[in-house]
């Protein structure tokens, strides 16, 4: 028993860790929020973008903004779930699904900011697929757990369409047929929607690439382990 016992003290001392380091993470994204409010610092780099994607589109910087912050909003929340589970004992099968989503989310983040040298006008095709396709998956949300013809559906769909008509105004290339079908695929000035594996494995890859890590091909792994 005092064996057992012990090694259960090491092993919730080792979840206390994991909590902690879920608790910095979150802590990292609340400290930038309050200290910066999303606004970029004076001739920074994020400052010189803003410029670029306001000659583009005069709402450019505020779309690209709103749609990084939101999935780290929620991956800041999944974070804090963790750390709740871990320091619980839930260590088994809980935990899974938050882990994934958190790789999901800021693996979308670093595929709509881009590799370097960044690209102000692919950098605004990407947050413009990724906000039309919440737009269709809230569409098509409430058309399902109402019927179409109630009040949420139909407004959902009003501004489903008003959004893929100002896609379609801000980049002049773009058909009707761009943005149809299954989101992976979807095309905005050359820039193609990925699947949730491809932002991923491309995250990683990136790292890798400038500090060494899980290579592509491990991430590739521990996502279908998550899966």
Sequence with gaps: ???????????????????????ACRDAFLGTAETSHWRP??????????VELDQLDPVGFTLVSEVIVTYLEIAAGHLAGLAALYRS??????????????????????????KPPVVAEDILARAYLEEFTSRETAKQSAGRMD???????????REWAEFRDRVITTFPKTKTEDLGGNPIGRTIADQVFPRPEDCVEAMFDQLHAAVGGITKRQASGVYSFLC
């Excluded at 064996?3 to 380091?21: K, S, T, Y």
């Excluded at 610092?41 to 803003?50: E, H, M, N, Y």
């Design 41 to 50: 610092a004076i001739r920074s780099p994020a400052a010189k973008l803003k």
């Design 89 to 114: 004992g839930e260590a088994m099968f809980p935990p899974l699904p938050l882990a994934r989503s958190v790789l999901e989310l800021t693996g979308h983040v670093m595929w709509v900011i881009g």
């Design 147 to 157: 019927a179409k013809t109630s009040a949420p559906h139909q407004k959902a769909k």
């Design 1 to 23: 028993m005092p064996a057992h016992r012990e090694q259960d003290e090491q092993v919730q001392r080792r979840l206390n860790e994991l909590a902690g380091l879920a608790d």
